[in-house]
């Protein structure tokens, strides 16, 4: 059994290796999941019957105000305080 491995035609996904996904194609770019400007990133997807938004840079805010970034860390609710925000839950 001859197995020459003709693996001419593998170049598959690793061929361009992003550190941040350029799914963003805001004008000025969103700030990475790694800045601390994180969540000025723009919405993706917004979820509020979930409690939860999704950002362009691919961070999950909460609405508690915690955060799962997109490499598994957590952060945890910040919510302000004091800033006048009506909390709309009762
Ligand atoms: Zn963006």
Request: hydrophobic share 40%.
């Amino acid at each position: 059994m001859n197995t020459v491995s003709s693996r001419g035609t593998v170049t598959t996904l690793t061929t361009t290796q992003r550190k941040n996904a350029s799914m963003c194609q805001h004008e000025p770019p969103c700030p990475t999941a790694a800045s601390a400007d994180r969540e000025a990133a723009l919405l993706v997807a917004h979820h509020p019957e979930q409690g939860w938004s999704l950002l362009c840079n691919g961070v999950l805010v909460f609405e508690d105000t915690g955060e799962l970034l997109p490499d598994g860390q957590i952060i945890a609710p910040h919510r302000p305080l004091g800033v006048g925000q009506v909390v709309a839950a009762a």
